[in-house]
């Protein structure tokens, strides 16, 4: 997971994770990502597409004429990996640094702040 | 000799005489004729280099005796004959050694072309007592060919890496779906992959199977990219990658033929043009001058990976840039009748591969010495009942097609009559590049060279003139040249001065140039040109002028006159009459297309005007011993004067070179202008520029070279020194 995918690519992983692992057939993620308000070319679509493959996110499988999607990597697992990657570049590796900007900051609605108490006291029970 | 290397042998001979057809070919319809034709023609060249076999058997025997009937009567007598005498060895030999004397001829333009029997033999006796030779040569080719190619595939692999390592995917949405349109456009449906490679220094395309446009950067204006994407993807669509490569293994395989390197050079243009040709026939020609400046915007970097070789770049180098401009702006729609003449030439060079290719393939196989032996008794019937009918035919077909090599071999065939016809339609027809080729095959002094020589003479066309004084004994010339003077004609005399090599016709020649000179002077004067003694400075309406030209009507015949001074450009236009006609001031446009070439020396020029004649100090020492110093003579030194070394030496660590102002006094205090150079990477050569100027004073100095560290061995080169005006 070395990999870092650009913002076009993520969008079409956006779209396939929503399909919820199930393999997600080419003209279907076309269509989404239309809706979504990126009307991309054919081509375009394609090459991003080939290079997610390549990256090893993705794993292409031809049914006939048509190529369906399957991703290799899970929301959750990207996500993950994208925030170690963050925490190791702007804070060092400590979380708590993190946690503190994030309140510090005023960055968190008081609901948000409530859920993390919650989920830092469970935390703490479970130990 | 191996039969299958004969064979080959044979195609490649087959194969130049094509490439020299197209190429003799390529002036008279380079700007008349698609540029996809004049690519893809080429297909048949290589395809004649790489396919051994006709694509028709039967079509064997009749080319088989058309050639046969190519031959004068006397080889034919001759060519059985050792046909009979080496009946189970390789007949093939002696068969294809006629073909390739042709070719010679051709290339040479070889006074003994109509008569290849004495060749033919030689050659015979030749290749029979070299049997083990040739099995040895077979072997060097092949391993000549190996070694090409594993070289070629490694460094274009090499070349691969060495992009593809550097880069990186283009991320930029609109520029993706930017190209996404072009691909369109262009009509690809597998998309292409997008790269930027800061190390590549001109756009290009790698990769056939995984394609990929690789950009030296993303900082293009929309415009510059879409013609970029649509010029390469043209070739992507084209496969220009997969025929480039069937070029290079072509060359690699007919390394020994020097026609195919030739060949290379000629597909690698006409790929441009031709894909050029392409793009702007896709976006409309009102894009011509915008995409000529994305071209030359492309080429503003200079390449850092030499070998391109097998990627196709945008801008292949300066010169081609500057043809592919101007054809660029010249893109037009071709006329129906051209259309059609391209698709008779079309054919006629297929048939032309193919026939050429057959002869010596079925000469190679064993098996059709059957078909030989009888065809000699077809080929003299043919030749008995249908006096020249097939060789006409052929003769016309070639010289339609501007092919020299195949209508020389017709003409050498044809009796006096019909080649005294053929003089007077070439001579009509104004195709003196013929005339030159034809000469060669006309015997010295005979009925024809006269015929012409009156006939120019008569039309005052200089031009032909040249071409059969060439044929002509002295004494025939010398009475040429008596009339050329009763009647005054002075190109004439130039140029039959030129060919007499004698004192006293120097001395004429001399006396006469003056006599000219006097003529033109006055001639120009009466049309407002005022010259100096010498005709090197001229005046028109009280401007001195920069670039002077004078024209004879058929463009044979031109005086020229540079004067970087100058401020305006004349061009005098002459009548058929060589009377001036009329005296015009130069458009920008004509000067260009006169002197584009000429410009960037020029310039030097213009900077050499400013320094005398360089003196030259030539240098030659085998050796000079550890901390010697030798030196080379004195010279006067005077601020702002040029001096240039450019030294190598073959043995020693270091070399110094430099001058000092008194040779008595130590060296290490007044040493001016020297330069110390060590060897680097095995060579030890010493080039360095110094202008004069502080501190050195003007003066006498001397020039030395010196061995610091060891002595020096065969040192050679030379130092100039050009004095500031």
């Given amino acids: ?127 | 000799m191996n039969t299958v290397f004969k064979l080959f042998l044979s195609m490649s001979f087959s194969g130049a005489a094509l490439i020299l057809a197209l190429l003799a070919g390529k002036r008279f319809w380079r700007d008349k004729i698609s540029r996809q034709w004049q690519y893809y023609i080429w297909l048949v060249v290589i395809l004649r280099l790489l396919l051994p076999f006709a694509p028709e058997r039967n079509l064997m025997a009749t080319a088989c005796q058309a050639v046969e009937q190519a031959l004068s009567g006397t080889t034919l007598s001759v060519l059985p004959q050792p046909m009979t005498d080496t009946e189970d060895a390789d007949v093939p030999v002696s068969v294809w050694t006629p073909g390739s004397v042709t070719v010679d001829n051709a290339l040479q333009e070889d006074e003994n072309a109509d008569n290849p029997a004495p060749d033919f033999k030689d050659a015979a006796h030749l290749s029979s007592g070299n049997e083990n030779v040739g099995d040895y040569i077979w072997l060097v080719w092949l391993a000549v060919v190996s070694g090409l190619l594993i070289r070629k595939i490694t460094m274009y692999q090499s070349f691969v890496r060495y992009v593809k390592d550097g880069c990186s995917p283009v991320n930029d949405i609109a520029m993706l779906e930017r190209f996404s349109d072009a691909a369109t456009q262009t009509g690809i449906k597998k998309p292409v992959e997008l790269c930027v490679n800061p190390l590549v220094s001109s756009p290009m395309l790698i990769g056939f199977f995984h394609p990929c446009i690789v950009l030296p950067g993303t900082e293009i204006s929309e415009k510059d990219f879409h013609y970029i994407a649509l010029h390469e993807l043209t070739h992507h669509k084209r496969r220009d990658i997969l025929y480039k490569w069937l070029v290079q293994v072509t060359v690699c395989l007919h390394w020994f033929n020097p026609m195919v390197y030739r060949m290379r050079r000629e597909i690698t243009r006409a790929c441009e043009f031709s894909c050029d040709a392409a793009v702007l026939a896709k976006v409309g020609k009102d894009h011509a001058p915008e995409y000529g400046k994305t071209l030359l915007d492309a080429m503003a970097a200079v390449r850092t990976y030499r070998e391109n070789f097998g990627a196709v770049t945008l801008s292949e180098n300066k010169q081609l840039l500057k043809e592919r401009l101007v054809a660029v702006m010249n893109v037009r729609k071709k006329s129906k009748t051209v259309v059609m003449l391209t698709g008779v030439m079309t054919l006629c060079l297929i048939f032309g591969a193919a026939f050429m290719g057959v002869y010596p393939a079925a000469a190679a196989q064993p098996d059709s010495t059957k078909e030989h032996r009888s065809s000699p008794a077809e080929a003299g019937n043919a030749a008995d009942n249908n006096g020249q009918t097939p060789i006409a035919l052929q003769a016309e077909q070639y010289y339609e097609a501007g092919s020299f090599p195949m209508f020389l071999i017709a003409f050498s065939r044809m009796d006096e009559e019909a080649k005294g016809a053929w003089l007077n339609r070439i001579y009509a027809d104004g195709q003196f590049m013929f005339l030159g080729a034809v000469a060669s095959q006309l015997e010295t002094d005979s009925a024809h060279i006269q015929q012409i020589a009156e006939k120019a003479y008569a039309d005052d066309s200089v031009i032909f003139f040249s071409v059969v004084v060439k044929r002509m004994s002295e004494k025939t010339l010398k009475a040429w040249l008596d009339r050329a003077q009763a009647d005054g004609k002075f190109a004439f005399q130039s140029i039959l001065f030129d060919l007499l090599d004698d004192e006293k016709l120097d001395a004429m020649e001399e006396e006469l140039e003056k006599q000219d000179e006097t003529a033109r002077k006055q001639e120009y004067l009466e049309h407002g040109i005022v010259s100096d003694q010498n005709l090197k400075t001229f005046y028109y309406e009280s401007q001195l002028v920069h670039i002077f030209l004078d024209i004879r009507k058929e463009k044979s015949f031109y005086f020229l006159q540079v004067n970087p001074q100058g401020t305006v450009n004349v061009k005098v236009t002459r009548d058929g009459n060589n009377h001036i006609e009329s005296v015009d001031y130069m458009t920008d446009a004509e000067v260009t297309a006169l002197f584009g070439d000429m410009k960037e020396e020029e310039n030097d020029e213009y900077e050499a005007s400013a320094y005398d004649m360089p003196q030259i100090i030539s240098v030659n020492e085998q050796r000079i011993a550890a901390g010697a110093k030798r030196w080379f003579g004195d010279y006067d030194l005077r601020s702002g004067d040029k001096i240039r070394y450019d030294i190598e030496a073959e043995t020693g660590d270091a070399i110094m070179v430099g001058f000092v102002n008194n040779a008595d006094s130590r060296f290490s205090d007044t040493t001016y202008c020297s330069a110390l150079v060590h060897r680097e990477d095995g060579v030890l050569k010493c080039t360095a520029d110094f202008v004069c100027g502080e501190p050195v004073k003007d003066g006498q100095y001397k020039l030395y070279i010196y061995a610091p560290e060891g002595a020096l061995g065969n040192v050679k080169g030379s130092v100039s020194i050009a004095h500031a005006q």
């Fill in chain 1, 1 to 127: 997971m070395a990999q870092q995918i650009s913002d076009a690519e993520l969008e079409i992983m956006k779209v396939v994770w929503a399909n919820g692992g199930e393999p997600a057939l080419f003209a279907c993620l076309a269509d989404k990502l239309a809706a979504k308000g990126r009307p991309w070319q054919k081509n375009t679509l394609i090459t991003l597409l080939n290079r997610l493959v390549n990256k090893g996110f993705l794993k292409a499988k031809k049914i006939g004429r048509r190529n369906e999607y399957t991703p290799l990597v899970s929301e959750a697992e990207y996500q993950s990996a994208q925030t170690k990657n963050f925490l190791e570049k702007i804070y060092e590796g400590s979380a708590s640094g993190l946690v503190s900007m994030l309140i510090s900051g005023d960055m968190l609605t008081d609901d948000e702040y409530e859920e993390l108490r919650k989920l830092l006291e469970k935390g703490s029970q479970k130990l």
